[in-house]
């Protein structure tokens, strides 16, 4: 799956924000989950351009959950993290994709492709709120 660190970290950070009443700094979220500052950073800058997360300025600023994100889906906040679509492979969201350009005589795009369906069913089907119960 064509997931980077990004997806993880934003998973992670965001659960650990979502249980907290306060804002919570990068600086500590960063130690606590063994991330570099600055790329956390980063990630978190960007879900609260998404909305996900709504971000505080000053000596008690950081992060906290936006309202009503605990019933964003996975499968938004992976995509707002990597900033594109989630895919399988680099062929998955279509045969123009591929990267061989052999489409018209490819075999398993048929199988990456049900995948795809699969994993975004999957992905869309749960939300932060389910993750938060377990």
């Known amino acids: 799956m064509l997931l980077t ?4 970290y934003a998973l992670l950070s965001i659960i ?13 979220l960063s130690t606590q989950l063994g991330i570099s500052k600055s790329f956390l950073a980063k990630i978190l800058q960007g879900l609260a351009k998404e909305g996900i997360l709504n971000s505080f300025k000053g000596a008690h600023g950081g ?8 019933n964003i889906t996975i499968k938004r906040i992976i995509e707002s993290a990597e900033k594109r679509p989630t895919s399988v492979f680099e062929c998955t969201p279509s045969p123009e994709c591929c990267p061989s350009k052999n489409a018209q005589f490819c075999k398993i795009w048929p199988i990456f492709n049900k995948l795809q369906t699969k994993i975004d069913d999957f992905l869309d089907s749960m939300t932060l709120e389910d993750v938060l119960k377990r």
């Open 5 to 8: 660190k990004a997806s993880e």
């Open 16 to 28: 650990m924000i979502a249980q907290k009443d306060s804002p919570q700094d990068v600086e500590t």
């Open 63 to 70: 992060f906290m959950l936006a309202p009503e994100s605990r």
